[in-house]
């Protein structure tokens, strides 16, 4: 069974190979939201949309700067 993570709630609808759309339903199981469909061997899964999963980033590229360099020749 493959797993497919869906913003959708709390039905999904989804295309079957034949071109048939088959709506399926979350129910909670183990805290999440889930459905699954047996016709196309498919588990879908909710998540929340996750605008937040863009960050003010750091760049990875750069380590964190530990004192101040200016001051490394003088001492
Ligand atoms: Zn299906």
Do not use: W
């Not at 088959?22 to 047996?38: F, M, N, S």
């Amino acid at each position: 069974m493959r797993t497919v993570y869906v913003a959708e709630y709390p039905a999904i609808q989804h295309v079957h190979p034949n071109n048939d759309v088959v709506t399926v339903r979350l129910k909670r199981q183990d805290g999440e939201l889930k459905a699954t469909c047996p016709d196309c061997d498919t588990e879908f899964v909710y998540r929340k949309p996750s605008k937040s999963s863009i960050q003010h980033f750091k760049s990875p590229l750069l380590p964190p700067v530990k004192g101040n360099f200016d001051s490394d020749d003088d001492h």
